[in-house]
């Protein structure tokens, strides 16, 4: 018998979650589907691929599965903040939009806005992680927040907002390099 493909690629997907520690570090579960990520300089998200502060600077177009009818939210978290030994601002909160119809995020109540990545110098690589939840029912009553965006808990605002588990998901490491400071 042939392995199913999709089991296949969600195989794929469990180990680089798990060899980069995103499980558990950021997530109980590794997600069933993947966001496929692309920026406009022409990079994608692949599952770990180190990517420069250049490369991801403007906002990227995200898809992943979805149903019909449903509200997703989108989260992008480093978790390495300030470095992966240390993770005293674990974790900075670099793009949060919610009520996504259609996985188009144009679409959605945007909470904060997409930052690119900006680790500081000798932090070593940082885990940049895009995570999708399904909606149990449409998030009201908060006002967008793009200033307050370290010791940002994803786990604390999925249970908030009864998102659950992740149901897709992504990640690059990205490092500091001279364009961070211009
Ligand atoms: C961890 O990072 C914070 C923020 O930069 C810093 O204040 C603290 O001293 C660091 N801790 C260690 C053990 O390096």
Redesign the pocket.
Known sequence: MFPNLLSCLFGISMVAFKNQQIVPDLIDTVPKDLIQIKYPSGVSVQLGNELTPTQVKDEPTVYWPTEVGALYTLAMIDVDA?SRA?H??RGVKHWLAVNTPHTNTKFAYTLADYMGSGPPKGSGLHRYVFLAYKQAHRIGGMDPDNDNRLNFDINAFAKQYDLGQPIAGNFFVAQWDQSVED
Request: glycine share 0%.
């Open positions: 300030p240390n005293t601002w």
